[in-house]
């Protein structure tokens, strides 16, 4: 039986011939400024191609030392570099892959000083103002990415990926919000698709017709001053007719404030946009944003939306992505959740990328796969995101391994923030439980393990990952029926009245007002682009309308003790829009709060000075967590020690990240 038939039919592109649908996109990893770079990056690259991915695109490479997007990003723009990316394109093509570099020239989102745009308009996001390129210089650039593009042939790639969309510079050559040129390259549409069309003409002319040339267009600018949806297709067509052989789609500008691929976003939420592309040209088109299944890609292939699908985080979340859907095994993928939290949070903390629910993503060198020298019989006591992530990774490594589990079902926290309107953790659940089924590990849920039994066992290792319970902060009435704890409310044990106070304002704070101010059970595709202002049919100034009120079936106010701005705490590319999206909600969050008293009344607080009852049916409280690891000292009482991991080491600012890359590491130390 074949599965997805149409996600595995190979596909002419240009001068090449995909083996199947799938693209890794591009991903900005930052390996290119880690030690050891290029050899990491050719292991990452070579797992994703022996995955099945047909074509891989590279993270972006500037043309030129202006186009860097920070001072030690990678260019490709001398052929002393050539040796480096020979050494990623050579293992690509060895693992069966074919891969393209990506040319991307960050203009006016440079973070350094040397920064250039196509008029000297600062971005909201970028604090350093841009220099106007002269009419030389523009053509001057047009020949460095014409002139990056034949170096990429030489260092061994297929084919270049020109990055046009997300608001790097030739999107700001495009739209009249960031071009206020009086040159031949500013003013009509004509004039302003000049600077793209020229690199394509003048890339086709150094690279030959036998090399692929992808453009990543922006089929939705998502801010105010960029294209609507006929000039989006204006520009499709003379992109088709200036010799480019793929059209890539972004969705949106790094400055737009409406969220494009965070969690929030339902799945394949932009469908619509690049199904209008494909209408306009003959040449392949290709889906982003939201696609994370191997179900949904085909469904997109099959509907006509596009003839290719780009997966970026997918495949750091799972290198066999592509292999397990052919292998008709897509229960065992591990499904990108959307979080960001491991790959673009990282980045926006200039770490190396990974990703929450596979921390081996771009440390395959430094974890390779393969056994420990000697096998040990391991206990893991607790089978949350820590435990899971550790016997999983400790019976991979060929150790014998028991896993203990107090309730009757394996998840621990992941099963209350699977309850989190847009939360995917319910994939990562089933990812887990489809790989122990398929292991040796012995699962034993529903058994409180204790110290006399795991002695008895003679285990070589035990580690305890047994968690942590909610912290009940010490206010006078905090054993009042009003309150709540957050796990009885995500777990549908409690469900709050009409007027609601939460008590904490961290990253569970913020999750539980997502929940109880939701108004649908979780917002389709329609309902999230009319509350976040875009028009389904992409008219109006880059795709936007005015956003639709949205009302909260509930009264929310969120509390922390703190004077700082709220929300702190949360992903630099999610918190945001969490922010706007509880602010549209009308839901309030007051800093610098002293609790005085939980009665009948509700919740009487001291702010800003004044003493204040807050008339609420409950009180919700998501003041943080203790660790569970008493086990540790009885343990160790019979001289027996303990690793412990994830919230059972450390609960302070525990999250599913660290639980899950700490639960791999310990496994690779045993
Ligand atoms: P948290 O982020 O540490 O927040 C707990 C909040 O409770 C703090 O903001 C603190 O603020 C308040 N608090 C602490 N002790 C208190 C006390 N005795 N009385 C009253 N208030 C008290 O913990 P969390 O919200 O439980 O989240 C756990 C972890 O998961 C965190 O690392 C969090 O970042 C992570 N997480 C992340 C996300 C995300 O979106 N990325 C989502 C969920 C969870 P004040 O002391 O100022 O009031
Ligand atoms: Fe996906 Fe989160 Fe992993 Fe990023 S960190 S690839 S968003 S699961």
Redesign the pocket.
Known sequence: MRFYPRLFQPLRAGPLTLKNRIVMGSMHTRLEAAPDGSTRAAAFYAERARGGAALIITGGYSPDAAGLLEADAGALDHPDKLAEHRLVTDAVHAAGSLICLQILHAGRYAKHDGLVGASDIPSPINRRKPRALSTAEVQQTVERYAACAALAREAGYDGVEIMGSEGYLISQFIALRTNQRGDQYGGTLENRLRFPLEIVRATRARVGADFLILFRMSALDLVEGGLNAEETLQQARALEAAGVDVLDTGIGWHEARVPTIAYMVPRAAWRDATARIKSAVSIPVMATNRINTPELAEELLLQGVADLVSLARPFLADAAFALKAEQGRADAINTCVA?N?ACLDFLFRNKVASCLVNPRACHETLYPSGKAARAKRVAVVGAGAAGLSCAITAFERGHSVTLYEAQGDIGGQLNL?RQVPGKEFAETLRYFRARLAKSSVQLKTGHRVGADELARSGYDAVVLASGVRA?L???PGIDHPKVMRYDEVLSGAKVPGRRVAI?????????LAEFLSEAHGGAGTAEFLAAWGVDPRGMGDGGLVAPKQEASPRAIVLL???PTPPGK???AT?GWA?RMELARRGVPVLSGVS?QRIDEQGLHILHEGQAKLLEVDHVVV????EPVNALRAELAAMGIEAALIGGAERA????ALRAMEQGMKLAYAL
Not at 503 to 511: K, Q, T
């Open positions: 979080c939290q923030a912290r902060p010490d206010i008590i904490g304002a961290g990253g569970i704070g913020f999750d922390q003790r703190k705490s949360l992903g999610t969490i609790y998501c003041a943080g967590q302070e600012e525990i999250d």
